[in-house]
């Protein structure tokens, strides 16, 4: 099955810098990457997704660019805001399958953003 | 219009004792899914459904079981409650169709096992 990594566990920026998060997966057939952003207490949201026919999309503030012949991709977060402040999930996935392919996410980044 | 529903929002169980979760979504969504969050090790999918009638063994299925009686409505039970149980439980819902892409999670359930 699908195996994403997700690096750093953790990370600290100070508001204004930027912050990325990368992730790595090992299913080829992966062809679905959402970015879910889960405040403290909160349900997970989508805050971005891409397709594998996509090699970066933007969003405002947040950018995410893949690699499909590496098999990785990351998230960008640009002038960063203190209510950026919350863990971020990646997760890969296959949405061309007849079947439900389940997404299967990442264990999840810590971001903090230092006023 | 609420989205996906969890209840209950917290629950504590004793050791070897049964529960049941249920979710629910009124967006008519085919499939239907079970996640547990643990710290460091993100979300690992419980059990999944593709539709009424049907389930599907994710990840981590072992110690639950789940049914899908209706479309709108996925049941995760615990038969014999252990410890190793104690985390927080996100069901989230999504339409089929390759152009439908967001998953929609309800607001969690915090289980104690002790």
């Known amino acids: 099955g699908e195996n994403v990594e997700q690096h750093p566990s953790t990370l600290s920026v100070q508001e204004g810098d930027s912050a990325v998060i990368k992730c790595t997966y090992s299913?080829?057939?992966?062809?679905?990457f959402p970015w879910y952003k889960q405040e403290l207490g909160k349900r997970p949201q989508l805050i971005i997704d891409?397709?594998?026919?996509?090699g970066e999309k933007k969003d405002q503030r947040i950018a995410v660019t893949l690699n499909k012949t590496a098999k990785h991709f990351s998230l960008h977060i640009t002038e960063t805001q203190p209510e950026d402040s919350a863990v971020y999930f990646c997760a890969a996935g296959d949405r061309t399958s007849g079947s439900a392919r389940q997404l299967t996410f990442g264990s999840g980044t810590q971001l903090t953003v230092l006023p | 219009n609420a989205g996906v529903t969890q209840t209950p929002k917290f629950r504590v169980l004793k050791t070897g004792q049964s529960m049941t979760l249920l979710c629910a979504q009124d967006m008519n969504h085919e499939y239907m899914y079970w996640y547990r969050q643990d710290p460091g090790m993100g979300l690992r999918l419980i059990h999944y459904s593709v539709g009424e009638g049907t389930t599907a063994k994710g990840e981590v299925p072992d110690g639950y079981n789940v049914s899908r009686l209706k479309k709108q409505n996925f049941l995760l039970g615990l038969e014999s409650a252990a410890p190793s149980q104690t985390s927080v439980y996100f069901c989230a819902s999504l339409m089929r169709g390759i152009l439908n892409t967001e998953a929609f999670f309800g607001q969690g359930t915090r289980l104690t096992v002790v």
């Open positions: 299913d080829s057939a992966s062809n679905y």
């Open positions: 891409i397709r594998s026919n996509v």
